[in-house]
């Protein structure tokens, strides 16, 4: 199957691409989420000219062992089991590398067998340097592997961006880059990332921030007053403006500075030493009792991808701490990339 050009297309502004790709890992359970994955992975390699690697994880099966002892049958688990499970996983995701992979990005299969599938999955991206793990946002019922708790740990414990996936491409090609921040300088540090993202894909970026509006103390509202205004929006979306530029006075996109001008009322990120307008910057400021379904609700009618820090720490930290980056993950109907920014100055 053919990628189109569409849905990766090239830069239409700007001097730099700063998206590396060049080995990107899928964890497969054989599943449709799986599968999902495969094309995600086979598009983004195609654009970055990178390589896809296949890893499958086969838990221990400790129960099996036992089970076996208790019968009393004369089975090695090591000699007899074991390199039978290992040789047709081996075959099955050899055969799904050929079959989902064109020859020219095709990487290697590994398997492996651990007792818990994502920690496996999270040591080897690391130890290997992948640049990217993409995977299905929900695997098999029948099999473990993938299901949402993997993919959640995976997001949780990963230094390597995760991007989960639950479903097609989308057939419009990735023009809207989404980045859900609390203000704290971590998700803010996703902009790294997205800006990279979309100065390659050619998108607009928009920052969301969710007002819930039950026991949030970031807002900082008066006390005593009750639901946020008009003015307090307003407020709020130059909050986020001064922090992107603050954001990017102190730290380097890439290689390169960048800054936040404003054209006529519309926000423009790019290069510093560059006449090109960049990338179009959007802020947006809603109010609602969950962030994680307003942000979600957002995503899957006004943006392509999200771009989330999974360790924001802020008087809303309750916002990418605990379970609103998983909860996203598993709702949101388009891919949702997460990273773990390094952390930028106060």
Not at 210 to 216: D, I, Q
Not at 230 to 250: A, M, Q, W
Not at 253 to 264: A, M, P, Y
């Amino acid at each position: 199957m053919l990628i189109r050009s569409s849905v990766f297309p090239q830069i239409i502004s700007g001097t730099l691409t700063m998206l590396k790709l060049n080995k990107i890992l899928v964890p497969t359970d054989f599943s449709d989420g799986s599968k999902d994955a495969y094309k995600y992975a086979r598009a983004l390699a195609t654009k970055f000219g990178g390589k896809v690697d296949l890893l499958h994880v086969i838990p221990m099966l400790k129960y099996l062992n036992e089970s076996i002892k208790k019968l009393g049958l004369p089975l090695d688990m090591d000699k007899d089991i074991y390199p039978k499970i290992l040789s047709d996983a081996q075959k099955r995701a050899s055969a799904e590398l050929d079959i989902n992979i064109p020859s020219e990005i095709r990487g290697e299969v590994f398997v492996k067998i651990d007792r818990k599938p994502h920690e496996k999955i999270v040591s080897f991206a690391e130890k290997r340097s992948y640049e990217m793990i993409v995977m299905g946002a929900r695997g098999s019922h029948k099999n473990s592997f993938l299901k949402g708790s993997t993919a959640e740990k995976v997001i949780r414990e990963s230094k390597v961006p995760v991007l989960t996936v639950n479903g097609d491409l989308p057939p419009g090609g990735v023009n809207r880059v989404l980045i859900p921040t609390d203000f704290s300088s971590l998700s803010v540090g996703a902009l790294a990332y997205a800006a990279s993202m979309a100065n390659s894909f050619g998108t607009t970026i928009t920052m969301l921030h969710v007002m819930e509006l039950y026991g949030s103390p970031l807002e900082n509202l008066p006390k005593g007053k009750g639901e946020p205004g008009r003015g307090d929006l307003e407020s709020l979306t130059t909050k986020v403006l001064d922090k992107i530029k603050k954001f990017l006075d102190e730290n380097n996109l890439g290689d390169e500075k960048w800054l936040l001008s404003e054209e006529d009322g519309i926000y423009w990120l790019k290069p510093k030493d560059t006449n090109d307008r960049g990338i179009r910057f959007n802020v947006v400021i809603l109010r609602g009792i969950s962030a994680h379904y307003e942000i979600t609700e957002f995503a899957n009618t006004e943006s392509d991808i999200v771009v989330m820090a999974t360790h924001g720490r802020s008087g809303l930290s309750h916002l990418f701490l605990g379970s609103t980056t998983e909860k996203v993950m598993m709702s949101a109907e388009v891919p949702v990339l997460t990273i773990r920014p390094e952390k930028a100055k106060k």
